[in-house]
């Protein structure tokens, strides 16, 4: 048995989209990142789901890290403030210029969106590809 990561984004209306890591790596470090227009001038709830395979086939989701991605005006990533607090996924909104205020883009889901989000890395369910 081995581990793998799947990557999903949430739109407004709560649907789930698949990130493939590919597009993922592309639209942080790509020269050429193909913007997605939807998620325009947003912060997307995402949640990284880690799961137990073997073969291919997805036995159990081991845990799921929620966090939000900021896009631009035009639906890229804004690579920046990922690469500077990918780790606390904080982003500066406000500030007087000597003080920033820092708010947390960590998020909780639901029960059922937790479950909806679980059925779906499982493969019981399907999510859009982005």
Known sequence: MSLKTRTYC???D?????????????L???????????FADQFVRCAEVF???????RIR??????YALEF?????????????????????VLGDGNHAIVVRAD???SKALRALIRD?????LKARRL
């Open 120 to 124: 779906i890395a499982l493969g019981t």
């Open 10 to 12: 949430l739109g407004s």
């Open 14 to 26: 709560n649907t789930v989209y698949w990130l493939p890591h590919t597009r993922y790596d592309n």
């Open 51 to 57: 799961l137990e395979v073997q073969g291919q086939r």
């Open 72 to 92: 631009d005006d035009r639906g890229l990533l804004n690579r920046e403030d990922i690469l500077r607090g990918a780790v606390e996924r904080v982003s500066p």
């Open 61 to 66: 989701v081991i845990s799921m890290n929620c």
């Open 107 to 109: 998020w909780t889901p």
């Open 28 to 38: 942080l470090f790509g020269p050429a990142a193909r913007p997605i227009p939807q």
